[in-house]
């Protein structure tokens, strides 16, 4: 497919919530105030790609009132894609952040029962324009919420293998969503059908046992490349020939939530743009640093900021 032929660079769907938040480190018993932000893993991924450059779609439902609206109009500022949004659905789905400090940890209540995402079907989406993309990106979120957004992600898999388009799968285990088991189960055939596997380490030991490897794992899910984050010891991958690693730049941290999709964006960002893993990988940590020190889900980071962190290794002033 030609240059030209191609509609988007990166499709990605599932669900985009308000986040609600007090102030500082308030708590959210006795605060009079929240702020407002929006979440959801693949819409980070979505607006960090594309102030990266890329052109990103998100695809999703949303209401069709204010708060919708509001969801929509973030993302398009940030440049993402939302023509394919299904706007229909009785509410949006919010969940509350209150930040700790040790020895307090963050606490995340969520609120997204029966939210207008909860409630996609695999008939929402007008599939043939995966054939004008170059890749999928999904997450082991979104198969959580109902048996039709299962049924939807598989649909989306199904169409993007058709379509002869890699496809990259973040298991993004939640507890609060289900057991270990449950996604296992669950994640593991998708896992399998996928081009590029990404995870946490941690989650990989929650779900599967501390003693696998990234090599078991590569061989478990049909020779997909293997990508490990592991926090401040940086990230390691494996493609089926070799071994990649890359460190965890030096920071001071902000806001944690949305670093892990950070990470996916620079990531994907890198591959899309013809480097090698062992650099991807280099461009997904510097993307997840540079998200660690800004509040809110989404990496607010220019291409520029990217580079400079990579080259020069430190956050020195710019003059």
Aim: charged share 20%; with cysteine.
């Amino acid at each position: 497919m030609s240059s030209n032929a191609i509609k988007y660079d990166v499709v990605t769907l599932g669900e985009t919530m308000w986040r609600l938040s007090p102030p500082g480190h308030e708590r959210l018993e006795t605060t009079r105030a929240l702020d407002i932000n929006i979440g959801g893993t693949e819409s980070n991924v979505a607006a960090a790609l594309a102030r990266l450059g890329k052109r990103a779609a998100w695809w999703s439902r949303l209401p069709a009132n204010p708060l919708g609206d509001n969801v929509a109009d973030i993302l398009r500022m940030h440049g993402v894609d939302v023509s394919g949004v299904r706007r229909e659905g009785r509410r949006l789905g919010t969940y509350f952040v209150e930040f700790g400090l040790p020895p307090r940890p963050t606490q995340v209540i969520y609120d997204r029962a029966g939210s207008a995402a909860s409630e996609m079907q695999p008939d929402d989406f007008d599939w043939t324009l995966l054939q004008a993309s170059r890749w999928l990106h999904l997450t082991g979120i979104t198969p959580a919420l109902s048996a039709s957004c299962l049924a939807t992600t598989r649909r989306a898999i199904d169409e993007a293998r058709a379509a002869n388009i890699p496809i990259s799968f973040d298991l993004n285990y939640r507890a609060k969503l289900w057991t270990p088991a449950e996604a296992a189960a669950c994640c593991d055939p998708l896992a399998a059908r996928a081009t590029l596997v990404i995870a946490a380490e941690r989650d990989i030991h929650n779900l599967y046992g501390a003693a696998i490897t990234i090599r078991d794992l590569h061989q478990r899910w049909n020779g997909a490349t293997i990508v490990l984050t592991r926090g401040a010891a940086g990230a390691v991958a494996y493609d089926g020939s070799a071994d990649y690693s890359a460190d965890a730049f030096s920071i001071q941290i902000v806001d944690r939530v949305g670093a892990g999709d950070a990470f996916d964006a620079g990531l994907l960002c890198a591959l899309l743009d013809g480097k090698r893993l062992g650099e991807a990988l280099r461009w997904g940590t510097a993307v997840a640093a540079l998200k660690l020190t800004m509040p809110g889900d989404i990496a607010v980071v220019s291409r520029a900021e990217v580079e400079h962190l990579l080259a020069a290794g430190s956050s020195a002033i710019q003059r």
